[in-house]
Each structure stands twice: as structure tokens, then as C-alpha cells.
């Protein structure tokens, strides 16, 4: 069956510090990955997608970044965390035939 | 620039009532428009849309495309307080980008 691991669940932070949240897919091959966060009252912000090893398209300039190291992982970084990075962060992927988007559990992020 | 835009962005209903929900969007090489339930934590699957006129229908939730107005409604008929969510919508382009709006909170009163 197809799964999806994020983690860790909560974080808290202090400003300046830096920051990887980690997310693995099991059960499938050459999935497209997806970074988003969701602030309060702001839906999902697509922050990183993914379509294959090595292959990040970033969508909002941050000092967040995102690697993709093996083709069922995808990790969302930062050397400095500012408080604005505060918010849930959720690690999702889809097949690239079209099929429907899968969540990860959710990483709560607190910066502090 | 892509865009997915919601309305309206909250709602309040009572028990019974029924629903209309709208996205609209503009995305490159349009492939597919989603809809999700989001309680707590990730949001869940409710519908994938890929063309236009037919209507998806899951027990009281009915969604519908239309690619040429660029747009798509979720209609909840005789709601109830389990209904009470954020409903996501979402738009993916053949490059894999998946674009969501910003969400409509529905909220059901007894």
C-alpha cells in the first residue's frame, strides 16, 4: 500500500536556529512531491514541488529551501528560521499521471 | 501567474440547509481540479474533476467542471454539523504544479 511519513509532528524553535522537516513516500515510484504551509486563515501556500531526483521549482521567495536527495524523499530546510516561518507544514505527493494528492501528517512549527 | 481563488472565504448555515461552494482558476495546461475536507490536520480527498459537465456525486456532496467559464462548484445538500470544515480546492497543471485556493470555512450550527 502507498504511505506517506512526515515528521517531526511539532517543532518548536528558536529564532536564528536552523530547521529540516523530512518526508518519505513508501509504495510507489517517481511520485511528485510537494512542500506547502498553512498559516492561519491563508489556505495551502505551495512553497516546492518536485518531478524527479534533484529537480526542486521553488514558488515564494523564503529563506526556506527544499532537497529531494532519493527519489521517495523530500526535505524542507533552513539555516535561519525567522518567526513568519511559524505555521503547519504539510509534505504531499501525487503520481505524475494525474492522479489525486496525498497528505502527509503535518509538521506544526513554532518559532520562537 | 496561476491563481485559484475561493468563495466565499467562510460561511455559516444551519442543519438542513444546502451548500454552494465556488473556485475559480487560471492554470497553465490545465489537468485536473480537486476538492478537499480539511478538519484538523491534512486535508482528505473528495473529488477530481477532469472534464467538463459531468457531475461527481459522493452521498450529499456533488461537484461540477466547467473548462470553459474556468470554474467549479461543491454543493452540500442538507448539511449537518459534521459538515462543518474548510474546503480546499486545488488545480494541477501538466508540469505537476498543484495550486491550491485559499479555502472556504463552512461552519454548520445545530
Known amino acids: 500500500s502507498q504511505t506517506i511519513h512526515q515528521w517531526p509532528a511539532t517543532l518548536v524553535q528558536p529564532v536564528g536556529s536552523p530547521l529540516s522537516l523530512e518526508c518519505t513516500v513508501e509504495?510507489?515510484?517517481?511520485?511528485?512531491l510537494y512542500w506547502y504551509r498553512q498559516a492561519a486563515g491563508r489556505g495551502l501556500q505551495l512553497l516546492f514541488y518536485?518531478?524527479?531526483?534533484?529537480?526542486i521549482s521553488s514558488e515564494v521567495p523564503q529563506n526556506l529551501s527544499a532537497s529531494r536527495p532519493q527519489d521517495r524523499q523530500f526535505i524542507l530546510s533552513s539555516k535561519k528560521l525567522l518567526l513568519s516561518d511559524s505555521g503547519f507544514y504539510l509534505c504531499?505527493?501525487?503520481?505524475?499521471?494525474?492522479?489525486?494528492?496525498?497528505f502527509g501528517e503535518g509538521s506544526w512549527l513554532t518559532v520562537v | 501567474e496561476d491563481k485559484v481563488v475561493q468563495s466565499p472565504l467562510s460561511l455559516v448555515v444551519h442543519e438542513g440547509d444546502t451548500v454552494t461552494l465556488n473556485c475559480s482558476y487560471e492554470?497553465?495546461?490545465?489537468?485536473?481540479l480537486l476538492w478537499y475536507k480539511q478538519e484538523k490536520k491534512a486535508p482528505t480527498f473528495l473529488f477530481m474533476l477532469?472534464?467538463?459537465?459531468i457531475e461527481k456525486k459522493s452521498g450529499r456532496l456533488s461537484s461540477i467542471l466547467d473548462k470553459k467559464e474556468l470554474f467549479s462548484i461543491l454543493n452540500i445538500t442538507a448539511t449537518q454539523t459534521g459538515d462543518s470544515a474548510v474546503y480546499l480546492c486545488?488545480?494541477?497543471?501538466?508540469?505537476?504544479?498543484?495550486?491550491f485556493g485559499q479555502g472556504t470555512t463552512l461552519q454548520v450550527k445545530p
Open positions: 504531499a505527493w501525487t503520481l505524475i499521471s494525474g492522479n489525486t494528492i496525498y
Open positions: 509504495g510507489t515510484s517517481n511520485p511528485n
Open positions: 518536485s518531478v524527479g531526483i534533484g529537480q
Open positions: 492554470v497553465t495546461n490545465f489537468r485536473s
Open positions: 477532469t472534464s467538463s459537465g
Open positions: 486545488a488545480v494541477e497543471g501538466h508540469t505537476g504544479k498543484l495550486i
